[in-house]
């Protein structure tokens, strides 16, 4: 699975509409403190399911949406859309190309997903990057202060970031499901 496009608006610090063209190869954000570089990443996390508002910084999931400055009125809603090609390999020759995944939160009405412009479940995008090794919650997303928690973990932590790194986690959950039946 490909990044190659994501679109914020009302995201956090993105208040008005964003769209930034993810290319081939390494992509690098640079810019002063406060600019809103983990405020991108959080938006990559948010849009595949982050359920925890805490792991994006805020107190409450409505936290994300633009909060207002002297200058400007808060927002009543974020969105994030990011647009993903799949090859056949992994998607299957039906399913194959591009895919545009959207989470919409409004004040007081919770978040919803869409991909494609159909509405979905949570749970769709969910497995859609489950099934890509990716996700909200994947080892390859590192965030700030993320290395030194990986040096100060305990052995069984450390091993556990390890195995999910490796693409192993998923074996162990489904042995332990078959010992159980
Ligand atoms: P650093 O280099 O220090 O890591 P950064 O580029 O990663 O900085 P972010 O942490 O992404 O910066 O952005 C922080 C900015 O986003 C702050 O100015 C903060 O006020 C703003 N921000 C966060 N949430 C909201 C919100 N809901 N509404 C408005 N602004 C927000
Ligand atoms: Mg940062």
């Known amino acids: 699975m490909k990044f190659k496009r994501l679109k914020l608006s009302g995201f956090k610090s993105f208040v008005e509409p964003t769209e930034l ?9 640079v810019g002063p403190n406060g600019c809103g570089k983990s405020n991108l990443l959080e938006a990559i996390r948010w849009v595949m399911g982050e359920g925890s508002p805490k792991s994006l910084r805020g107190g409450g999931m409505e936290d ?22 799949r090859d056949a390999q992994e998607a299957g020759e039906d399913q194959a190309g591009e895919m545009e995944v959207t989470r919409r939160i409004e004040r007081g009405a919770g978040s919803a997903y869409r991909m494609n412009g159909r509405d979905v479940r949570a749970k769709d995008v969910s497995l859609l990057f489950a099934d890509a090794a990716t996700g909200a919650h994947s080892p390859a997303l590192v965030s700030q202060g993320k290395i030194g928690a990986v040096i100060a973990a305990k052995p069984q932590q450390r091993r556990q970031l390890l195995e999910e790194a490796a693409g192993i986690s998923g074996l162990h959950a489904r042995r332990k499901d078959a010992e159980q039946k």
């Open 21 to 29: 063209r993810i290319e081939r190869g390494l992509t690098g954000v």
């Open 64 to 85: 994300v949406i633009f909060a207002g400055t002297q200058a400007r009125p808060p927002r009543d809603f974020a969105e994030v859309s990011l647009l993903v090609d």
